[in-house]
C-alpha cells in the first residue's frame, strides 16, 4: 500500500522511532532544574541542539525547538517584524509560501503592516530581481520558501538573500520541504523547519535566528529556549528529531539521486499514458522526490479517492469540492491548470516497482473519474449568431471546463464561447485550458452571477 | 533514588508509554487527508479527544490538544481576552497562579489592558469574596488555578466560578496540578492541562472552552484543532496524554489516599526532626502528593544540593542564588518565610520505605547546610545606644536573617535591631522570622542601598 505523500508527513523514520523509544527513560524530567533526572534532560537536549546546528549549519546558540513547523514560522515572522519595528512595517513574501507564512502576513496587515506579495512564474519560482525591486526603505522582514511544497520547485535563496543583505533587510527562509535534503545555501538569516517533514516525529519544528539579527520573541514572556519558544520541552521528540535529521541527511545524496529518477519517470511518462495532462513545477530546479501534474477535466478530489481505493495515497491541491472551495494558491499564483491536480512525493525508501504500479494504475482512474463527470454535463447552449453562452452557474470545477470542451465546436472559427460561472477555479483553469488547447482566451468580466469568460475559437 | 517532584514533570506512566510506541506506526499521517493513513490518524485522534473530555467532564468539541500546558494558558487566555473585548478588557488573577498565566496578564497589561492580582491568604487559598469585590463592569475574563502548584493548596473554584457565572464573567480554570486526582467542580467556562503532569508525554496540553462562551483566537490563522491550536498535530503524544489519564484516574482515588497519608507524615514529623520550620500551605484543602516547608537560616538552592546528593530529587520555590534572584511569588503572595524552600512532590508509587528515608536524611542535611552557612558571619553591627545597625547589604538570603538571629540578643527587650539589607527575599524572610521568633516586626523604610528592616526585641 505505497504512501506517496511524504510532502504532508514522512512515515517515522526508523531512527527516528528508536531515539524517541530510548529517550524517553531519560527525557522526562525538567531541564531548567538541577537534580539528575534533570541533568540528564538537560545533557539530551544539548547534544539535540548541537546536532540540529550542525545539520542546519549555524551555531547551537542560534537554534531553538518548538512544537512545530508552524509555530516556528509564526514566531519567526512575528519576531523579526517586532525586533525590526523601528526599520518600518513592510513585509515581502512570494506568493507561493507555504500558508503559515500566508496567514503570518495576513495577520501582520491585520495589524497594521503593509505586505508585497512577490509573483512566482510559470515553473513557481520567484524573480530575485523582483524581490530585489520589491525592497523599500521601510522594510522588516522577508519571506522566501527553499523549495515549494506543492510542486516541488527550488527557489533562488541564495540571490534573494544577497539582495536583502545588500539593503539590510533580513531574509528568512521556510525550508520545511528542502532540509532532509540539505543545509540552505546563502546568506540568510532566519530559518525554519518541521521534523515530521524529514521522517522526525511530529511536536518538533526548529527557528534559527542568526547572531546579530533584531529579535523581540512575541506573546507572554516564558524562560524555555532562549524565551523564543513557551512551553515545557518535547525532549524524547525533540532528540527524535536531530537523529533522523542526521540519518536522513546521511542517505540524502544516494537517496536523493534514486528518488529523482522515479520522480523524473513520472514526469516523462504521465503526459503520455494519461490524455490531457499538464506537468507543473520547474523540471530540473527541484526536490528530488516531488511532482505534481493536473488532469483536464477531472475532480481532484474524486481522483484521490479513486487512486486511494487503488491502493495509492497521493495529494491534490485542487479542493474544489473541499470545505474551502478554492483552488490551490500555489497553483493560482503559478497561472497553470488547477482541476485534476495530484502531487506526487516520495518517501525515502518508496521502490521502483511502486512507482511504476501507480503509472500502471493512474490512466485508468483518471479515466474513470472523466467518465463520471462526463454523464452530468446538461448546460444550456444559446447560440447567438457565431457565438455561444454558456450557464455552468452553480457547477463546480471542473465542470464548466468540461462543457465548454464539449460546445467549442459548435461555434466556427472565429466566433466565441462566453462561460458564465460562480466557481472560483474557472478563472484559472479557462486560461489554462484555452492555453493547453491552442483556443484564444479573451478575457472576463462581471455577471450577474459570477463571471463571464469569453473564449474565442481558433482552430 | 527516589524523585519527589513529580508537581514539576512526572515520570512516563507505562501507559502513556504503552501508547505512544503502539501508536507512533499508526499515527503519523496528517489526520486532514482522506488517504488510508490519514483517516487511520483522525480515528486515534478523536478517540483520544473523546478520552480526554470524558475524563475532563466536557463535550469533545469544546476541547483541543496544544502543544503544552503553558501555551493552553496562554492560548486561552489570550483568547478569552479577545473574545469578551467589547465587554473591557479588565482582567482578574490571583496572586498565587502559575507563571504562565501572571505573564498573560502581564502581556495584556503591557498591551493596554487591566489586571486585578486578588491575594491569598497565608494558606495559600484565594478568598471567593474577594474575586466577586474584584468583578467590575469591564471584565472580560477571571483566572483561577484548581490548586497551587508550590504549596498545594486547593482553591475554592466552584465560588468563585459561581460568583463569575453571576457576574457575566467567563472564569478560566488552570488545572494543571489538579487533573491526575479528578474532574473540576463548579461552572467554569475555560480549563487549561498539561499531560507531563500527569505522567502523559510532554508535548500536549489541553484548552477547553465552554459551549456558549466567547473565544476569539489569537495569532495567524491555521485550520488545526478548531482553528485554536497552530501546527500539525502530535498524534501519538495526544494518544499516550489520553490513555494515560484515564489510567491515573482509575487509580486517583486509592493512590490518592495512600499519598496522602505519605505527605502527611511529612507535614507531622518535619517540624520535630527539623528545628525553625515552617510547613506551609492548607493543611487539610490539599493535594494529595505534596507538601512544602521552608527552613530559616538556610538557602534553598544548597540544600537540593546536598538533597540530591543524598539521591533525592525535590523542588524548591526559594531561588535566591539562582539566576532570577527572587524568592517564589507564591510564598511571598502568602507571606510565608521562603528560604530554605523544599517541596516534595511523590509521583503515583511511590513507598512509605522513600519517604521514611527521606526523613532520615532530610535533618542532617539542613544541619549541614546551616553549618556551612554559620561561618561566612562577619556583619558590622554599630550599637548606637538601645539600638543596632546591621549592615547585611550585598548579602544573600538567607545570610541577612542568620545575622539577625546572631546579633537580637545584644540588644535589651524593648530595644531595636535595624537590618541594611538589598537582597529582595530579606522583605519577606524578616517579617516571616519576627513572627517565628515571637519578635516585633516594626516596619521597613528606604536606605541607601536596598532598605532599612527594623526589628524591636520583645523577649
Given amino acids: 500500500m505505497p504512501y506517496f505523500d511524504a510532502a504532508s508527513s514522512a512515515p517515522l523514520h526508523p531512527v527516528a522511532r528508536q531515539a524517541l523509544v530510548a529517550s524517553l527513560d531519560e527525557g522526562w524530567a525538567d531541564p531548567a532544574r538541577l537534580y539528575r533526572e534533570g541533568r540528564r534532560a538537560r545533557l539530551l537536549l544539548d547534544a539535540a541542539r548541537e546536532a540540529a546546528a550542525d545539520a542546519v549549519g549555524c551555531r547551537a546558540d542560534e537554534l531553538v525547538f518548538t512544537p512545530s513547523g508552524t509555530r516556528a514560522v ?19 513574501v512570494s506568493a507561493a509560501e507555504h500558508s503559515s507564512v500566508l496567514h503570518s502576513a495576513a495577520a501582520h496587515e491585520a495589524g497594521g503592516g503593509t505586505v508585497t506579495e512577490v509573483p512566482v512564474d510559470r515553473g513557481g519560482a520567484a524573480d530575485p530581481e523582483a524581490y530585489a525591486a520589491a525592497l523599500r526603505e521601510d522594510t522588516a522582514l522577508a519571506c522566501l520558501q527553499s523549495a515549494n511544497h506543492e510542486v516541488g520547485t527550488e527557489q533562488p535563496v541564495a540571490e534573494v538573500a544577497a539582495a536583502c543583505r545588500a539593503a539590510g533587510v533580513p531574509l528568512l527562509v521556510d525550508a520545511a520541504q528542502s532540509l532532509p535534503w540539505g543545509p540552505v545555501d546563502g546568506d540568510w538569516s532566519l530559518l525554519t523547519g518541521s521534523a515530521h517533514k524529514w521522517g522526525g516525529p511530529a511536536g518538533v519544528g526548529l527557528l534559527v535566528v542568526r547572531k546579530g539579527v533584531r529579535f523581540a520573541a512575541q506573546g507572554p514572556v516564558d524562560e524555555r529556549e532562549s524565551g523564543r519558544a513557551a512551553g515545557f520541552e518535547n525532549i524524547p521528540a525533540i532528540v527524535a528529531a536531530a537523529a533522523s535529521l542526521r540519518a536522513v541527511r546521511a542517505e540524502a545524496a544516494r537517496e536523493g539521486a534514486r528518488l529523482r529518477e522515479l520522480t523524473e519517470r513520472i514526469r516523462a511518462r504521465v503526459p ?24 483536464l477535466y477531472v475532480d481532484g478530489e474524486t481522483l484521490l479517492h479513486e487512486l486511494d481505493r487503488a491502493g495509492f495515497s497521493v495529494s491534490s491541491g485542487s479542493s474544489c469540492t473541499s470545505s474551502t472551495l478554492t483552488p490551490s494558491h500555489v497553483l493560482k499564483a503559478m497561472g497553470v491548470l488547477s482541476e485534476g491536480n495530484v502531487r506526487v512525493s516520495l518517501p525515502v525508501g518508496t521502490e521502483a516497482a511502486e512507482v511504476e504500479r501507480f503509472l500502471d494504475v493512474l490512466p485508468g482512474a483518471v479515466r474513470e473519474v472523466r467518465e463520471k463527470l462526463g454523464a452530468p454535463v446538461a448546460a444550456e447552449a444559446r447560440a447567438e449568431g457565431d457565438s455561444l453562452v454558456l450557464d455552468a452557474v452553480g457547477k463546480r470545477c471542473p465542470i464548466p471546463v468540461i462543457e465548454l470542451a464539449k460546445v467549442i465546436g459548435h461555434v466556427p472559427v472565429g466566433g466565441t464561447v462566453t462561460v458564465l460561472a460562480d466557481d472560483e477555479a474557472a478563472r484559472l483553469d479557462i486560461p489554462a485550458w484555452c492555453e493547453m488547447r491552442g483556443q484564444e482566451y479573451v478575457g472576463e468580466r462581471p455577471a450577474d452571477h459570477g463571471s463571464a469568460y469569453v473564449v474565442r475559437r481558433s482552430s
Fill in 272 to 295: 503520455g499514458c494519461v490524455p490531457d495532462v499538464e506537468v507543473v513545477g520547474d523540471p530540473v530546479r527541484r526536490l528530488p522526490h516531488l511532482v505534481t501534474f493536473s488532469c
Fill in 74 to 92: 509564526h514566531a519567526g515572522i512575528a519576531g523579526a517584524l517586532a525586533g525590526r519595528r523601528r526599520a518600518g512595517r513592510h513585509l515581502i
